[in-house]
């Protein structure tokens, strides 16, 4: 059985030598390959991980155009993966390697789908574990998702569970709700998280919201119809007073409330109209998104990697640099060959 593992990396020279040599302890007499994928990284991680690539052939890289983002570059390993079962795991190792082979014992008890749950989460302030058990619970009740709490991107998928998931090409990409929404048979392992071995978090509390509004607004109307909900009772408040204003100018003598008072309420009504019309114009603009199909990202170099046999949805593999392996019918041997030594194809391969 071949393991695969997909690592997003972003600026993690310090992590990556940590990894590796957490992945071979872990994985002793296993068969293994570790794809990572270089999301624009600016220091020395790209060079780490090319210097591996030539030193162990199952070390693979990918390295993207610019930065597109960790959901996309998971998007990415998947679609490269050839292992009978596939991990998606970060590269701080707040996800151990040591959880793998549990995980593969999962796998082979039948579940498509390992989901290690955090029972702790080291490192973290009171304000992001607060705000991520809420988030997960309400997303769960407005999408209808089968989304376990306290579950990120550390997963193990079955090989038809890749498949399905490479059929999902949406532009705004919400990995963990689309890995629920599959419904396969889903297996939870409790572990310890622990603190970043190095390094700072690259999901700063603004990149966090984005993430939060991308896997609400992807699988859920939710905010429209509250946007709605809200803006009915705010024309009720409205209209009860203006009867009241109505009653006290023609049956008493009572001044009717001045400015202060039209001024309050055209803020409110004010501010709802502009909140209505900012979810509607955000639904509207990720829609026109879909519609152009860009490709979700750009491959530049590929190490230990061939070219793929047959065109990727929505991608773009640029041929031409790195270390490539053999093209054979299942895209598993990729030892050896460097770009320029492999027969001549499109100049851009993979397109659709």
Same mark, same amino acid.
């Given at each position: ?11 993690? =020279? ?7 040599? *957490? ?59 050839? *292992? ?58 407005? =999408? ?117 008072? #039209? ?9 709802? #109209? ?50 490539? *392996?053999? #093209? ?25």
């Amino acid at each position: 059985m071949l393991l695969s593992i997909v690592i997003p990396v972003l600026n993690e =020279a310090q992590t990556v030598p940590l990894l590796l040599a *957490g992945l071979h302890d872990a994985l002793r007499g296993a068969t293994w390959e570790a794809i990572f994928v270089d999301d624009g990284s600016t220091d020395e991680t790209a060079s780490i991980l090319e210097r591996a690539a030539f030193e162990d052939h199952r070390v693979k890289l990918l390295r993207f155009s610019r930065n597109f983002g960790p959901q996309a570059a998971v998007t990415a390993g998947l679609d490269f993966a050839n *292992g009978d079962a596939v991990v998606v795991m970060d590269a701080d190792l707040q996800d151990p390697p040591e959880l793998l082979p549990r995980m593969v014992e999962l796998f082979e008890q039948g579940y498509d789908i390992v989901s290690p749950q955090r029972t702790s989460r080291e490192g973290e302030t009171r304000f992001k574990r607060w705000t991520a058990l809420l988030f997960y619970r309400m997303l769960s009740r407005v =999408a209808n998702q089968r989304l376990a709490p306290d579950v990120g991107d550390f997963r193990l998928f079955s090989r038809r569970a890749v498949l399905a998931m490479r059929t999902l090409r949406e532009q705004h990409r919400y990995m963990r709700g689309m890995a629920g929404w599959l419904g396969l048979k889903e297996a939870m392992l409790p572990f310890e998280r622990k603190a970043r071995a190095a390094g700072s978090s690259h999901y700063p509390l603004l990149k966090m919201l984005r993430l939060a509004w991308t896997g609400v607004s992807s699988f859920s109307a939710f905010p429209l119809r509250v946007s709605m909900a809200v803006g009915c009772l705010l024309s009720g408040a409205g209209f009860m007073y203006f009867l009241w204003v109505l009653y006290l100018a023609l049956w008493t003598s009572e001044t009717v409330p001045g400015w202060a008072s #039209i001024v309050a309420l055209q803020c409110v009504f004010s501010g709802m #109209i502009l909140l209505a019309l900012g979810a509607i114009g955000d639904y509207v603009a990720r829609t026109y998104e879909e519609t152009k199909s860009r490709p979700l990202y750009v491959v530049t170099e590929l190490y230990n990697l061939p070219l793929p046999s047959k065109s990727l949805t929505r991608a773009v593999v640029l041929e031409g640099r790195g270390l490539q *392996g053999e #093209i054979t019918e299942d895209n598993s041997d990729c030892t050896g060959l460097r770009a320029e030594e492999l027969p001549l194809y499109d100049r851009l391969a993979g397109v659709r």
